[in-house]
């Protein structure tokens, strides 16, 4: 019963990590890297932030 568990977390285990490779190759081919890389709540936290010397 138990190494049915494990193999099957396992399994569970290597899909996740070709499913995670899977979109990380379709994500980097569908967009261009200045989206990618672009953060709508960086700009907000930049505006916000007023730093005085």
Do not use: C
């Not at 399994?11 to 070709?18: E, G, H, K, N, P």
């Not at 261009?32 to 930049?46: M, Y």
Request: proline share 2%; aromatic share 14%; glycine share 4%.
């Amino acid at each position: 019963m138990w190494i049915t568990i494990a193999n099957a977390g396992w399994v569970l285990s290597a899909a996740l990590v070709l499913w995670m490779l899977y979109d990380w190759f379709r994500v980097d081919t569908t967009y261009p890297e200045d989206v990618l890389t672009s953060s709508r709540e960086g700009e907000i936290e930049a505006v916000q932030e007023k730093h005085r010397v």
